[in-house]
């Protein structure tokens, strides 16, 4: 009984251990803080989930989060959205990174590149960084750094004015970010510049567009609160019906195997009820689930065997009386040895008159034995 109570403790505790895990995991992943900013599976303020669940309720939308690379995929036709990135790649970036991206807009898709929001040295004269001169990264943009304003917060915006009038775009935009986009005249097309310097760029690659944006922080959860900027987000949205969430740049892949498979064809489900199943398979072997009566037998026997004999003795007792016994199996005898008792008139007789005197069938019995065995002795 003590195992017993140890056994089922020990399956309580085990129970609740997981169920606490299980609520741990779940507000972790409610809050989205185990994923990089700019992740739109993340729910505080560095996080894009509010614009995906935007889009996600507009009519029309196409939506999807993408977790593979896109070495062997060929998406058309499609707005991908690539958030939170730090500027240095575009110093870092291989040549084969960029012919990737553009081979992505020449498929006629529009890729949005924003970077991380990046705060400047305290002055230009302090660093020297408005005269600092940086070799020219992917597509021959260099990333600068605007230095802060003496007397100015960090967190100060800067005021983008549009430079290509042909956009039907406000006339100003806020960037929360001192990043400037440098690059040469040919080519790219500055939508929007700060203090002179390009803060958006967009350039045409076949049927699609390579959009370059200085501030990610546009497609955040805390600027879709405080400073939403629709114009602008609808513009770098642009055309297409189908808007990529990517997240494989940010280190969030789909990994393959078994876990990947179920997943993808919502087999969670089935996989609870296996495992409550195997939870009552293990409880019903260390604790049964019926009581055991065996303990509660009377009397000093300790088993009980079943055999042919004892279930004929049940059947006897249950169906013939006693006291007509002998007189059953003398008819039953009569039957099976007809010819025998035919050939010996002396010994029917015999047979009869015990079977018929006799009140008590052992007593009937033991003198019907003793007969039989006086005859075999004639």
């Known amino acids: 009984m003590r195992s017993k109570l140890l056994i089922s403790a020990l399956l309580l505790l085990l129970l609740v251990s997981a169920l606490a895990i ?27 989930m509010a614009l995906y669940l935007a889009l996600e309720r507009t009519a029309g939308i196409n939506l999807r989060r993408n977790y593979r690379p896109f070495d062997h995929q060929q998406p058309t036709g499609s707005t991908i959205l690539l958030l939170g990135i730090d500027h240095q790649r575009l110093l870092t970036a291989s040549k084969q990174d960029s012919a990737q991206l553009e081979q992505l807009a020449g498929r006629g898709n529009r890729v949005v590149i924003a970077f991380t929001p990046a705060n400047g040295p305290a002055t230009a004269a302090a660093t020297g960084a408005g005269d600092q001169k940086k070799s020219p990264g992917a597509w021959g943009v260099t990333p600068e750094l605007l230095p802060d304003e003496p007397g100015s917060s960090p967190r100060t915006p800067l005021r983008g004015t549009l430079v290509d009038t042909t956009t039907a775009l406000p006339q100003e935009a806020l960037f929360h970010s001192r990043l400037t986009l440098q690059s040469p005249l040919t080519g790219w097309q500055v939508i929007y510049a700060a203090q002179d310097r390009p803060v958006l760029l967009e350039r045409r690659f076949g049927t699609g567009s390579l959009v370059l944006v200085a501030d990610s922080s546009i497609f955040s959860n805390q600027r879709m609160k405080e400073d939403r900027q629709p114009a602008l987000l609808a513009w770098l949205m642009g055309a297409n019906r189908t808007v990529i969430f990517d997240e494989s740049h940010l280190g969030v892949t789909e990994q393959g195997g078994i876990m990947a498979l179920i997943r993808r064809f ?20 260390s604790i049964p689930l019926a009581p055991d009566n065996s303990a509660q037998s009377a009397g000093p026997t300790m088993g009980v065997t079943h055999d042919s004999f004892s279930g004929l003795v049940n059947l006897l007792r249950r169906n013939i009386p006693s006291d007509q016994l002998l007189a059953v199996c003398y008819q039953e005898w009569q039957r099976s040895f007809a010819r025998e008792i035919k050939d010996d008139p002396v010994f029917r007789k015999e047979l009869h008159d015990a079977v018929s005197r006799s009140a008590d069938p052992i007593s009937g019995y033991q003198r019907v034995a003793r007969l039989q065995a006086e005859r075999k002795i004639r």
């Open 266 to 285: 919502g087999l969670l489900p089935l996989l609870a009820v296996l495992l409550l199943l195997a939870g009552l398979y293990l409880w019903r072997a």
């Open 22 to 48: 299980y609520q741990l995991f779940v507000l972790r992943f409610e809050n989205g803080d185990l994923f990089p900013p700019g992740s739109s599976l993340r729910s505080d303020p560095l996080g894009s």
